[in-house]
């Protein structure tokens, strides 16, 4: 079966320092997300992507953050000057449809030092 | 108001018995999608079943049941037979109209006790 994978599984970066996170999403997949989680709290959305652009953007979403599709496969998030809060495990997740229900990738654990 | 609630931080079932996990879930759009998803301890976001609002019969997938009553709002799922590899968090998830922003629960922790 098709899956969202997630590259790296864990990344440890200096507070301050510019991350990349990147993802696969699902071939023929059109809708594109990212989400994170902060160590035992919920997730919580960040972006949602689709048609080369963003489509929704949470409150967390901020300056901070941007998204990118540079080729026909990846998907990534860009967080610039990470700070201690960044901390958390981060998801990407792509749909097909509307009424497709979104399917995950396994995560990136992003720990800021 | 929250989208999505569960009010269950933690819930205990015996193996072999059936387990509900509660979601209620706030929204006027008439149109919206409810979903439950499992995350292991390892981490990874598992989907389970999907529920439309305009669905008429409750979704079933295996040991997987939605508990759909629209006019309460709430989308409790079931777990049948429940098995040691169910321990797990449990997140309850909408997607209101076509937006593409999916709202999620705070999650319960289920665990199975052999």
């Known amino acids: 079966e098709p899956e969202v994978t997630q590259t790296p599984s864990h990344q440890v970066t200096q507070m301050g320092q510019e991350v990349i996170l990147r993802c696969v999403p699902i071939?023929?997949?059109?809708?594109f997300y990212w989400y994170r989680q902060i160590l035992g709290q919920k997730v919580e959305f960040l972006v949602s992507?689709?048609?080369?652009?963003?489509?929704?953007k949470s409150e967390i979403f901020d300056d901070q953050f941007s998204v990118e599709r540079p080729d026909g496969s990846n998907f990534t998030l860009k967080i610039r000057s990470t700070k201690l809060e960044d901390s958390a495990m981060y998801f990407c997740?792509?749909?097909?449809?509307?009424?497709?229900?979104?399917?995950f990738g396994d995560g990136t654990r992003l720990s800021i030092l | 108001a929250q989208k999505i609630t569960q009010t269950q931080p933690g819930m205990f079932v015996q193996e072999k018995e059936a387990v509900t996990l509660d979601c209620t879930y706030d929204?006027?759009?008439?149109?919206?999608?409810l979903f439950w998803y499992k995350q292991p301890s390892s981490g990874e976001m598992i989907f389970l079943i999907y529920q439309g609002s305009y669905d008429q019969q409750n979704a079933t997938e295996g040991r997987y049941s939605l508990n759909f009553q629209k006019a309460r709002k709430s989308a409790n799922l079931v777990i049948s037979a429940s098995q040691l590899g169910d321990s797990a968090m449990y997140f309850c998830?909408?997607?209101?109209?076509?937006?593409?922003?999916?709202?999620f629960g705070t999650g319960t922790s289920l665990t199975v006790i052999p």
């Open positions: 997740a792509s749909r097909e449809t509307v009424n497709q229900p979104q399917h």
């Open positions: 992507f689709y048609n080369n652009e963003i489509s929704e």
């Open positions: 929204t006027s759009d008439p149109s919206y999608g």
């Open positions: 998830a909408m997607r209101e109209g076509l937006g593409n922003q999916f709202y």
């Open positions: 071939s023929n997949h059109l809708y």
